[in-house]
């Protein structure tokens, strides 16, 4: 079952950003900094821990992952990466063109909550 999506908006940045920049990957983890806020770095910049969870992935293949600490607050949500005018994080790669990438969202319902009980663990950096 899906946990996170691109908002139209973001899907279009990501788009931009992976002409440029070629595959690339977001992490949220939840610590200071703007880091509430996704990052987007280019694929294997960013290396992922052994606890850090992979939510799914997003348009052209692109995946999302978290920490395990923001994961346990936000695992009975469903994400919506949007983007805004703004400065952002100054490593993620949308910080120079004026946005940021940001999470909008909203609580899984009863049923899709049960659906995500039965399916097996997410992938984590370790496996």
């Known amino acids: 079952m899906e946990r996170v999506r691109l908002s139209p908006a ?13 595959p690339v990957m977001f992490h949220q983890s939840g610590g200071c900094c ?14 992922v821990g052994a606890a850090d969870v992979l939510l799914g992935h997003v348009d052209h293949g692109t995946p999302f992952w978290m920490s395990a600490a923001q994961y346990e607050y936000w695992k009975h949500t469903h994400l919506t990466v949007d983007v805004v005018p703004g400065r952002g994080g100054g490593f993620s790669l949308e910080a120079p063109d004026g946005v940021r990438f940001l999470i909008r969202s909203r609580l899984f319902s009863d049923e899709e909550a049960e659906r ?3 399916e097996p663990p997410l992938p984590t950096g370790q496996s």
């Open 34 to 47: 703007d880091g509430s806020s996704p990052m987007c770095y280019p694929r294997g910049e960013f290396l």
């Open 10 to 22: 973001a899907a279009g940045t990501l788009a931009g950003l992976i002409e440029r920049h070629g």
């Open 116 to 118: 995500l009980e039965s």
